[in-house]
């Protein structure tokens, strides 16, 4: 069964930084990933996506201020930026088009979202 499990939220201080994983488990690996997020009366979006080649795409609104990275071994994803405001509140949520030995397929997978808090 593959599962992503997001990690890394919380709450942090304007100005700070802050890293966000995914892990992938199952027989698996990982086409695209990505990550979305989704603000307070908001509809979802992307924030930015990685092949895995390691070919990235960003969201307008964050290139230059958050970096998308992966590390295929461990099948883990990652979301790092500094400088975060509460502009950045919202909930992560990881995303990935995932091929399974199991059943030979490729589908896409949603983790269950982490929260990420900017204090003013």
């Known amino acids: 069964q593959v599962q992503l499990v997001e990690s890394g939220g919380g709450l942090v201080q304007s100005g700070g930084s802050l890293r966000l994983s995914c892990a992938a488990s199952?027989?698996?690996?990982?086409?695209?990933m990505g990550w979305y997020r989704q603000a307070p009366g908001k509809q979802r979006e992307l924030v930015a996506t990685?092949?895995?080649?390691?070919?990235?795409n960003y969201a307008d609104s964050v290139k230059g201020r958050f970096t998308i990275s992966r590390d295929n071994a461990k099948n883990t994803l990652y979301l790092q930026w500094n400088s975060l405001n509460p502009e950045h509140t919202a909930v992560y949520y990881c995303?990935?088009?995932?091929?399974?030995?199991?059943?030979?397929?490729?589908?896409?997978?949603w983790g269950q979202g982490t929260q990420v808090t900017g204090a003013s």
């Open positions: 995303n990935g088009q995932i091929f399974s030995y199991v059943d030979g397929g490729v589908q896409g997978y």
């Open positions: 199952g027989s698996i690996f990982s086409i695209i």
């Open positions: 990685i092949t895995i080649g390691g070919r990235t």
